[in-house]
């Protein structure tokens, strides 16, 4: 195309990116490959290489431009004095008459396209050396939106040109090496999306902090889509499990957390700004900004544009606020994750905990220390000091030179795929983003860790911890004979550790998401007329809002926190424990204290299956109930396996399978197992009998014990005499593990004995157990140990 200055965007593709740049071939690639697949993109037309580089030789500005970089890089001038001359040179030219011509011509037949004599259109900035594989480029020129008729036009086309020299661009091309004319623009004009009147955000095909490669994640905000690539709001965050979505009987939806949303971007009316930004209404933050379907929609469109391109991609998208129609607006390769290994990380642990003084989102999975740098404005940036932790309320391109320079970064606002988050991941430097109060709380001067070795909630604590790193080589990991699973209880660290090759999640605790993620008493939200305390109604409301039916608000967080465990282990079993919370931890639930009665020794109390046919708890159960049918029938996750606790006597176990049944979990049917914790006395007496209304077993090596020996687990005094490896319980746990083998069911273990007692998982192996379960951080020093007790044994 080197004598052609005006292209349509349908007539380039991916080959064309020397001509038009990565952004505007990508856009042509999407709009003429991916029709087929339901994938909208505004129509468009792009300017070429040839016409910047015409432009620049027609107004002899080359050796202005070389002149300016030469006295930056001699520090004759600075980066700011540099960069506003080569602009000034720039804006001071003229286009050529050809060129201005066709640029013009395409105009008016985009607006002929569009339906209107005036076209609203958006002017996007494309460098040649943009959004390659290995420099994201994000953010480094800038887009003007809303513009309209010509004049406008022209001048947004000069002031796309002058943004090849920014200050932040010249910086970061000085960081990779990029010759400054060796790159070249191409300018991307394409209808606007009324998404001022409707909604935007970001969108990619593999999960960004943890690099789990089939989950979609969306990042979406009201109005125009800047706000969340700038970070300066926290967006709403969906997660969607890629290989379910081929199946339209599933809503594989593994996440939906409400962002703050407090402000958003819309057109100006009248005045030199095109935009302004606007506080939202209290509806609009409260609610979500996609409907199920619409999230379902944009994850295809991402499996479909991932496919086409063969690897990761990071995307925006809008929805038309006047047709409620969605876009794609941007497709560009993912550019930090695609470049990990999948067998070769490291692994950080917090030796000691200090005081928490700020959270958010984690970007990256890092820990570092330093003493905190707070700057507020961009004008303070030569303020930071090498390697001090940045703390600020967000950051956008111009912070680039200072965040790269930084051990660690903590900002107020922003989300996963804002600007901090996106940088930080490239630079390959941790950081705590949307945290809300960084900038309040955390002072100058003062020494603070901030830990992203969670998942995907980053803290940040006062003081100097110290901590370890630990460097992982799965392929050096022997093969076991016996399943190795682990145990999950939070879904936000679920996605943490998918590179471990774990047969499945034996043991996946579904108290967790009920006292941190709904945090109310199930029976609270079925009669909040009967919770006591003002306060904790009030709470009620508050957490629920948006929900008409109280009761979908605990079924809905149940199941998504649950698909998220079940994801990354997918199609491998997921054993999902029914909830086992003793009546004391109940009732510290909001709401709780209202439904529970307080007993002396609520371990040995109203728990587990007992809880599930009583009319105390049977509504509530019914719950839990739902939730686990819809993971299953709805989200598509038919590897959750559901696990009984607790349960006492036969009579018990078929009560409990009888209601089950009654609220649509049948054994058998869909496919679905039944699983009993093996953890009293009586289970292992009438293991064969349980073994016929069960599919199989797992071991609860502590209550077992406790139970076994007479020996309180929690008390101090007899913790000497509290060893699972004691010939009473080993002896019991021979006769279950012998018992369920003669009944034809599997049988595992689920607890920390393995790990921390070699000896121990010798004997597990020694009596033919079929799976161990453990906790995460000690799968990999376990599973040799398990290895060399095969090897023992054999």
């Known amino acids: 195309m080197t004598d052609v200055h005006v292209v349509w965007l349908e007539d380039v593709g991916m080959g064309d990116v020397p001509s038009v740049g990565g952004k505007n071939a990508s856009l042509g690639e999407l709009t003429r490959s991916l029709l087929a697949s339901g994938v909208r993109v505004p129509e468009g037309f792009a300017t070429t290489a040839a016409a910047y580089r015409a432009f620049i030789a027609a107004n002899g500005l080359e050796p202005g431009i070389r002149a300016a970089i030469d006295e930056y890089r001699a520090g004759r001038k600075t980066l700011r004095e540099s960069g506003e001359a080569v602009r000034e040179l720039i804006l001071g030219g003229q286009f050529p008459p050809d060129i201005a011509a066709d640029i013009r011509e395409h105009y008016r037949a985009l607006s002929k396209r569009t339906g209107h004599g005036t076209a609203s259109v958006a002017v996007r900035s494309s460098a040649t050396a943009e959004d390659l594989p290995d420099a994201s480029f994000a953010g480094q020129q800038e887009t003007f939106l809303n513009i309209a008729g010509e004049r406008e036009l022209m001048e947004a086309c000069r002031r ?157 998208w809008a929805r038309d606020g006047s047709t409620g129609e969605l876009f794609m607006v941007q497709a560009r390769p993912e550019t930090v994750q695609a470049r ?107 020494p603070i860790t901030l830990s992203c070795a969670g998942g995907e909630d980053g803290e940040v604590y006062e003081g100097t911890l110290a901590f370890d790193v630990e460097d992982v080589d799965l392929g050096a990991l022997p093969e076991t004979r ?62 629920t809002y948006g929900y008409d039916d109280l009761k979908e608000y605990f079924v809905d967080v149940l199941a998504t926190g649950i698909g998220k465990i079940a994801a990354p282990y997918h199609p491998h079993p997921v054993i999902v424990r029914l909830s086992d919370f003793k009546s004391n931890e109940y009732a510290h639930l909001i709401g709780g204290g209202s439904f529970e009665v307080a007993e002396e020794n609520p371990m040995l109390g109203f728990r587990g299956a007992s809880r599930y046919y009583h009319e105390r708890y049977r509504e509530g159960f019914a719950l ?61 007496i009438l293991a064969t009998e349980f073994a016929r209304r069960f599919d199989g077993f797992s071991i609860g090596s502590n209550d077992l014990t406790q139970l076994v020996l007479g020996v309180d687990r929690d008390s101090e005094q007899l913790a000497e005499l509290f060893d699972e490896r004691d010939e009473a319980v080993t002896s019991m746990i021979a006769q279950v593990i012998g018992k369920a083998h003669a009944a034809g069911i599997r049988i595992g273990i689920c607890g920390q004995g393995p790990s921390n007692h070699p000896d121990f998982a010798q004997f597990l192996v020694s009596q033919g157990i079929d799976s161990i379960s453990l906790n995460p951080d000690t799968y990999l020093r376990t599973v040799p140990v398990i290895a060399a007790a095969e090897k023992s044994a054999s």
């Open 160 to 316: 796309c040109y002058a943004s090849l020299f920014t200050d932040r661009a010249i910086s970061y091309r000085e960081i990779k090496g990029f010759d400054h004319l060796e790159v070249a623009l191409s300018i991307g004009v394409q209808r606007m999306v009324r998404s001022d009147l409707g909604a935007s955000g970001v969108m990619f095909s593999i999960d960004t902090e943890s690099g789990f490669p089939r989950s979609v994640l969306i990042s979406a905000a009201w109005g125009l889509g800047e706000t969340v690539v700038q970070g300066s709001i926290n967006p709403d965050k969906y997660q969607v499990f890629k290989p379910l979505l081929s199946n339209p009987r599933f809503v594989p939806i593994i996440e939906k957390t409400l962002g703050a949303k407090e402000r958003k971007m819309v057109y100006s009316r009248g005045g030199h700004a095109r935009t302004r930004t606007v506080d939202t209404s209290d509806q609009e933050r409260r609610s979500f900004v996609l409907t199920d379907s619409e999230i379902v929609t944009l994850a295809r469109w991402a499996v479909a544009v991932e496919d086409h391109y063969g690897r990761p991609m990071d995307m925006e």
């Open 340 to 446: 990990r290994s999948g067998s070769v990380f490291s692994v950080y642990h917090l030796r000691e905990r200090g005081r928490l003084l700020a959270a958010g989102a984690a970007v990256g999975e890092a820990i570092a220390h330093g003493v905190s740098c707070v700057i507020r404005d961009a004008k303070d940036i030569d303020n930071f000091r090498d390697g001090d932790i940045l703390v600020t309320r967000m950051t956008d391109p111009d912070w680039v030179p200072i965040m790269q320079r930084a051990a660690g970064i903590v900002t107020d606002h922003g989300g996963p795929t804002s600007h901090a988050a996106i940088v930080s991941r490239e630079l390959g430097v941790p950081a705590v983003v949307g945290t809300g109060n960084g900038t309040s709380v955390l002072e100058d001067g003062k």
């Open 482 to 543: 016996t399943a190795v699973m682990v145990n999950i209880a939070s879904p936000s660290a679920a996605f943490q550790w998918w590179r471990l090759p774990a047969a499945g999640v034996g043991l996946a605790r579904m108290e967790f998401i009920i006292s941190n993620l709904i945090r109310i008493h199930p029976m609270a939200l079925i009669h909040p007329e009967r919770v006591k305390d003002p306060g904790e109604a009030d709470r009620i409301r508050e957490l």
């Open 624 to 684: 839990e109930c739902r939730a686990l049918k819809r993971v299953r029938e709805q989200l598509g996750f038919a590897n959750v396996v559901v696990m009984v606790p607790f349960c006492r006597t036969l009579q018990e176990a078929d009560m409990v399978i009888r209601v089950m049944a009654e609220n649509g979990l049948v054994r058998g049917e869909e496919g679905l197992q039944l699983y009993m914790m093996c953890e009293i006395p009586s289970n292992v």
